[in-house]
């Protein structure tokens, strides 16, 4: 199977607030899962990305939840932004390949 | 760092008519590009690989004959959506491998409106 499932579909946070988004993958030989961002009308721009041999990246406000034993992961938004208000897709594959989750639009409330 | 260039970023045009869209590594050569499709407020599908100097990979269901993907250069990429019909309109988006960095730098898309 190559789904990557994406959760949830849409999410209200409200400013200063942690924004969870959570992925599940099927393909054990996948080992790239970047996260990327979208604003209306523009192309994803790549947040952040882990392989499989680190369960957790951090990257200033972002971090990647890695789970491989579960085939999941998940994206934390800390200190979430009225900026950060956009759609983002998980995906799962390689680089020569990817297979993008179902996105989840986040609105950030001042 | 690694910029992806598509062009044009909008373009309506009346059924039947095909329509190029190109998508270009600014500062970086790519041997692979990929295009993928997006409908409103869904994901993105891949459609294509494109590999420079051969023929491009279609994913299942794609038309190969509707959807031309030409890879003439390793800085170059064109999709050709043939005699358009208004069930093609669609957000366009082409990426490429970052040699060395091993990531996808993405497009910015191309709205596609067939009237």
């Known amino acids: 199977q190559q789904q990557v499932k994406q959760s949830p579909q849409s999410l209200i946070v409200q400013k200063g607030g942690i924004s969870i988004i959570n992925c599940a993958y099927e393909?054990?030989?996948?080992?790239?899962f970047p996260w990327y961002q979208q604003f209306p009308g523009k192309g994803p721009a790549l947040l952040i990305a882990?392989?499989?041999?680190?369960s957790e990246k951090k990257e200033g406000r972002f971090t990647i939840s890695f789970n491989k034993s579960a085939k999941q992961f998940s994206l934390h938004i800390m200190d979430s932004q009225p900026g950060d208000s956009a759609t983002y897709f998980c995906?799962?594959?390689?680089?020569?390949?990817?297979?993008f989750g179902t996105g989840t639009r986040l609105q950030v409330f001042p | 760092g690694a910029v992806v260039s598509q062009h044009p970023s909008r373009v309506i045009c009346k059924s039947g008519t095909s329509v190029k869209i190109e998508c270009r590594s600014l500062d970086f050569q790519a041997t692979t590009m990929f295009w993928y499709r997006q409908f409103p407020k869904q994901s993105l599908m891949l459609m294509a690989t494109s590999n420079e100097g051969s023929k491009a990979t279609y994913e299942q269901g794609v038309e190969k004959d509707k959807f031309l993907i030409n890879h003439a250069s390793l800085t170059l990429s064109t999709l050709t959506v043939t005699s358009a019909h208004p069930e093609d309109s669609s957000f366009y988006i082409c990426s490429a491998q970052v040699p060395g960095a091993n990531v996808l730098t993405f497009g910015a898309g191309s709205r596609l409106t067939v009237l």
């Open positions: 995906a799962a594959g390689d680089t020569d390949k990817l297979i």
């Open positions: 393909n054990t030989a996948f080992d790239y």
């Open positions: 882990i392989r499989p041999d680190v």
